[in-house]
């Protein structure tokens, strides 16, 4: 009976000190990403506005992680 008891208890105190650790990370995670460009607004603007150019300028979309498979 005796090791019961301190089995629940443990277990009790470990899920207690559990969430009191998960309540300090914040509940939203925003990741955000920027990139200065030296160019005409023109011509950046094009390249904007179609889909197909983005991969002309922005090289993550090359990387092998975000092809579809």
Known sequence: MRLVRFALIS??????IATLMGLL???????SRAID??????????LV??????KQ???IINSPSTQKS
């Open 11 to 16: 277990i009790v105190v470990l899920f207690s």
């Open 25 to 31: 990370f914040p509940s939203v995670v925003i990741v």
């Open 37 to 46: 460009v030296n160019a005409p607004k023109d011509s950046v603007e094009v």
């Open 49 to 54: 506005k179609d889909l197909n150019g983005w």
């Open 57 to 59: 300028w922005m090289a």
